[in-house]
């Protein structure tokens, strides 16, 4: 069946604008992810949903950043009020049991 | 925290020869570990996942062994070939949920 998917694929922003990031797990999987990579780096936890209920933020850098998935199937992640530092590749992952797939990320550019 | 590193950073190789990556992590209390591959501008695949109970999993060329008291991991590549070039990031899940990253080596192989 279809993996994770996310959009846009690539996204541009000016310093100081909003951006939202999608992320559409697969089928039927309870738990979504989002990741942020920075360059060279690994993957870094920002936050975990199990259905509709946000179960763990803890990741998230800052108030600016924000993540929903009301239906308990696709989600958002939300960035205000942009920062260069918040350029990064953006993951998402959806899990039915304990391993985790991956979509192919949003790359940000904050400019 | 869970701390996980990656030695080395990259890696190049002539092709044929096998591949050995490296990955250790700080906190013993595992529930798997995972490796993935990751290419460039794209997402993450998974290679292979070791419960914590297990000691190697195996697919294909592929073999990971897992000392999860000394809290080490060992990604064997058989034969490598030029499409082995990539990232190979290693990742292990402390809790219920989320994955702790390493740096992740990066593997050139020359034809």
């Known amino acids: 069946g279809a993996g994770v998917s996310q959009s846009p694929r690539y996204k541009v922003a000016k310093r100081g604008q909003d951006v939202a990031l999608r992320c559409d797990p697969i089928s039927g999987h309870v738990s979504l992810f989002w990741y942020q990579q920075a360059l060279g780096q690994g993957p870094e936890f920002l936050t975990y949903f199990q259905n509709e209920a946000q179960l763990d933020k803890s990741g998230l850098p800052s108030d600016r950043f924000f993540a929903e998935r009301p239906e308990g199937s696709v989600s958002t992640l939300k960035i205000q009020r942009t920062q260069k530092e918040d350029s990064a590749v953006y993951l998402c992952a959806s899990a039915g049991s304990y391993e985790q797939y991956f979509g192919p990320g949003t790359r940000l550019t904050v400019t | 925290k869970q701390e996980v590193t990656q030695i080395p950073a990259a890696l190049s190789v002539p092709e044929g020869e096998n591949l050995v990556l490296n990955c250790s992590f700080t906190?013993?209390?595992?529930?798997?570990l995972q490796w993935f591959r990751q290419d460039p501008g794209k997402g993450l695949t998974s290679l292979l996942l070791i419960q914590s109970s297990q000691r190697e999993q195996t697919s294909g060329r592929l073999n990971a062994s897992l000392d999860k008291s000394s809290g080490r991991s060992t990604l064997y590549i058989a034969a490598s070939q030029p499409g082995d070039s990539a990232t190979y990031l290693c990742a292990v899940t402390s809790d219920d949920y989320k994955l702790s990253f390493g740096a992740g080596t990066t593997v050139t192989v020359r034809a």
């Open positions: 906190d013993s209390a595992i529930y798997n």
